[in-house]
């Protein structure tokens, strides 16, 4: 399956994300980058499989993760090379219903702090992420009293 995957991969112009090898990371940001620059809109996936806060590592089957901050400096390299804004909206999609919602955007802001602008955003997507979810404040799934199933 692996050549068949790889071709997938490449027919739809994705760019590989290498967390661990700090040189192949610094190609994915430039790529992306360029991509933007071309007028190419970029799907993430910000969220985090190995957060420390949950008992067992990989992505999350339901609900919301804790988001990687990283991808942020898309926005600050992009910026810096175009004078440009870049807008992220996040993207809901529920398994059950089979849709996908759109929240609100938010708009990378040059004039904040770095890391105060990379927390902003993140707190804003995951926040967004929960809502259209219906989601408790953790990113669980809630039952319709508004509780946690157990």
């Known amino acids: 399956i692996a050549p068949i995957m790889a071709w997938i991969m490449r027919s739809i112009e994705s760019i590989p994300v290498y967390r661990d090898q700090p040189r192949a990371l ?12 071309a007028g190419d809109h970029i799907l993430l996936f910000p969220e985090n499989p190995n957060d420390p806060g949950k008992a067992e590592r990989g992505y999350v089957r339901e609900g919301v993760g ?8 898309l926005a600050q ?3 810096k090379q175009t004078g440009k804004i870049a807008q992220f909206i996040p993207i809901y999609a529920d398994k059950k219903k089979r849709t996908l919602t759109f929240g609100a955007a938010t708009a990378y802001d040059p004039d904040n702090a770095p890391n105060p602008e990379k927390q902003r955003i993140v707190d804003h997507l995951r926040g967004e ?14 039952d319709s009293k508004g509780e946690a199933p157990a």
């Open 26 to 37: 610094i190609k994915t940001f430039r790529d992306t980058v360029s991509a933007m620059e």
């Open 66 to 73: 804790e988001f990687y901050t990283g991808f942020t400096m």
């Open 77 to 79: 390299m992009y910026h």
């Open 129 to 142: 992420m929960i809502r259209m979810g219906g989601l408790s404040p953790e990113g669980e799934l809630v």
